[in-house]
């Protein structure tokens, strides 16, 4: 993945609750699953948005409480037209398909059977999904003395992840991004998390919520709340911190 842009603004509050815990080792380069110019797909969905789609809120998603972890492209395209209420193109989906479109004629009817089900399987999967359970490369900044704090590039207000399958494009990003990037540390414990942690690159394991969601031209946008991370080493899997609860 494309490393994640950030942006450096001040937090608009310093309450954040971080628990330190002991030993990490240091970490290579670390993988990540989502990027901040991600993956995304572009059809034109074959039927209108539902009243209930056009800028659905909490309102409309509140009773959504299933958790998809680290989902890949398809996933959340298939997830957005769920969650759009937007009919899915799967019809296209299929004829577009190279399984289908090389098949000799003889097999195009047992492949557009076989890569239809899969369509809707993958679409049966994402119903009622309300959480996100994504991990990242954390971007982790220099401590700020002035505000006692580091903050989380992943998590910027800049970061936006794009996921990019079916012709389809579905951006995410975050509501509380502002509060969420902050890491309040005191600093007489900075130092210390500093040389632990060193220059190596750590992971970030982020619990969001989806709140909104906003269909436009060939895609749109999946606005999440971020309601907890952790800063994870990527070669130990210590954990170097964790941030819970937080507020908007």
């Not at 958790?67 to 037209?81: E, G, I, K």
């Not at 890491?183 to 909104?212: C, E, F, M, Y």
Request: aromatic share 6%.
């Amino acid at each position: 993945m494309n490393p994640i842009s950030r942006t450096r603004t001040i937090p608009l509050g310093l309450a954040l609750a971080a628990l330190l815990l002991g030993g990490c080792g240091k970490s290579p380069a670390a993988p990540t699953a989502a990027t901040a110019t991600g993956e995304p797909a572009a059809a034109t969905p074959a039927q209108p948005v539902r009243a209930a789609a056009s800028g659905a809120d909490a309102g409309g998603l509140a009773g959504r409480s299933s958790t998809l972890n680290d989902p890949d492209n398809a996933t959340m395209v298939f997830l957005y037209y769920d969650l759009a209420g937007i009919a899915p193109p799967v019809d296209q989906w299929v004829e577009d398909d190279q399984r289908v479109r090389y098949a000799p004629g003889a097999d195009k009817a047992a492949r557009r059977t076989a890569v239809r089900a899969e369509f809707e399987a993958g679409l049966a999967a994402v119903r009622g999904v309300g959480v996100l359970q994504l991990t990242l490369q954390a971007g982790l900044s220099s401590y700020d003395p002035t505000y006692g704090e580091f903050t989380v590039g992943a998590l910027s207000p800049g970061a936006v992840y794009t996921f990019k399958a079916q012709g389809q494009t579905v951006n995410l990003k975050f509501d509380n991004a502002l509060t969420a990037q902050s890491w309040s540390v005191p600093k007489d414990q900075a130092q210390a998390i500093v040389d632990r942690i060193g220059n190596d690159s750590l992971l970030l394991d982020a619990t969001l919520h989806i709140r909104k969601v906003l269909p436009g031209p060939g895609g749109g946008t999946v606005v999440a709340h971020v309601d907890s991370w952790s800063l994870r080493d990527s070669r130990s899997g210590s954990i170097v911190a964790r941030v819970k609860a937080i507020k908007d």
